[in-house]
């Protein structure tokens, strides 16, 4: 395996370093731009894992607190960064990079590679998708605790990188319909503030059918401004997107039947929402119900319940309700 050059993890945190770490622990040139409180942690001995019992190690990461000279120019360039951060990511990486340089954005939410894009024009950024979650459950190791394949847009600039990622054991599926995967994932992300509300790890939370309700309702108005946008959904999941809210509403002893591969989670897996509330950083809720209820304005059709997450969660102290309030609260 030949990696076209060097890359760069910007905003080498839990997603970052994790995808970059495992990239390297396969012989990638890799240079981690994060900070220094997480490199402390990280940089003098990573240990990655999975749920499926794979091990790596990097003995030593190449770790930055600020942009290092692009000499050489990184060959791709993850951006790694939560969505507040994006556009002083891309304005950063701009001012550094040559014209033209490769940037792939790995973050959730639909907007994160346009306003990157919009940030630095002089780059080439392109939307992908991570399915999986990412846990510290020690200092000096990484866990993937759920699964998937990763996915960014069909361009040829990633072509020649398919077979690294590959070589690494993290394969990149090369997608045409790049925003039917990301509003996918999206619509899966609609957990994130259920769970953050929740305080339970993802797989109890997912065993609670109150919680659930709650997610389903987000979904319901998203699929239906979805609909009303026109906007194609990717399918993601063994069942197609306009049947995961039932699914979610189904008692409990039936969705860990028809759900068995959605709960394949680790016990302590939380969602990245969680983690920052847990860390005292600000959600990332705008990129996600905020997104629906914005495509909702194009439309002209209301979305209470996505809005009613985005002032829940951006609310200090949280509003504290229990699963069956939060669910009569959405549902009305
Ligand atoms: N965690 C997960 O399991 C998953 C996360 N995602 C998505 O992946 C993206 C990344 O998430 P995640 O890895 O959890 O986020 P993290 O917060 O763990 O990592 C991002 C890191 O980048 C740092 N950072 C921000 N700006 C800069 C900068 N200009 N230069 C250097 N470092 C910077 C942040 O520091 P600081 O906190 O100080 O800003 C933080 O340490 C998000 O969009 C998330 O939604 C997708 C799937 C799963
Ligand atoms: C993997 C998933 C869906 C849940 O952990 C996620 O994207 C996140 O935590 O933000």
């Known amino acids: 395996m030949h990696a076209p050059g060097p890359v760069w993890v910007m905003g ?32 003098q001995g990573l240990r990655l894992s999975d749920l499926d019992g794979g091990r790596w190690s990097v003995p030593r990461l190449n770790w930055h607190t600020e942009l290092p000279p692009a000499d050489p120019a990184p060959a791709l360039v ?17 001012a550094r990079l040559p014209q033209g340089g ?3 954005s790995l973050q959730n939410g639909v907007d994160n590679a346009a306003q990157a894009q919009q940030a630095a024009p002089g780059l080439q950024v392109l939307p992908g998708m991570v399915p999986f979650n990412v846990a510290q459950p020690e200092a000096q ?15 040829p600039a990633l072509r020649p990188w398919v077979p690294v990622f590959g070589a690494a ?24 503030p259920v769970n953050a509300l929740s305080g339970r790890p993802l797989r109890a939370q997912l065993l609670d059918r109150d919680w659930r309700a709650c997610t389903a ?29 039932a699914l979610l509403r189904a008692p409990t002893p039936v969705f860990r039947v028809l759900a068995a591969r959605m709960l394949r989670i680790d016990d302590e897996a939380r969602s990245s929402m969680a983690d920052d509330l847990a860390q005292g950083r600000p959600p990332e809720i705008d990129a996600l119900c905020g997104a629906v209820v914005r495509l909702g ?36």
């Open 12 to 43: 080498a945190g839990l997603i970052g370093t994790y995808v970059g770490g495992r990239l390297a622990a396969a012989g990638v040139d890799v240079r981690f731009i994060g900070r220094a409180s997480f490199g402390e942690r990280v940089a």
């Open 78 to 94: 993850l951006l790694c960064v939560k969505s507040a951060a994006t556009a002083s990511a891309a304005a950063q990486l701009q």
């Open 102 to 104: 490769v940037v792939l």
């Open 141 to 155: 190791r990484l866990h993937q605790g759920t699964s998937g394949t990763l996915m960014a847009a069909d361009a």
């Open 169 to 192: 054991g993290l394969p990149l599926q090369l997608r045409p319909d790049m925003l039917a995967v990301q509003w996918a994932k999206l619509l899966l992300n609609l957990n994130n």
């Open 217 to 245: 309702a987000l979904m319901e108005e998203a699929l239906q401004v979805l609909q009303a946008a026109g906007q194609p959904v990717a399918r993601l999941t063994p069942l197609p997107p306009r049947l995961l809210p």
């Open 297 to 332: 304005r194009t439309v002209g059709r209301p979305t209470p319940r996505n809005q009613a997450m985005v002032e829940a969660l951006s609310a200090s102290p949280l509003p504290s309700r229990s699963a069956l309030a939060w669910r009569q609260h959405l549902t009305g």
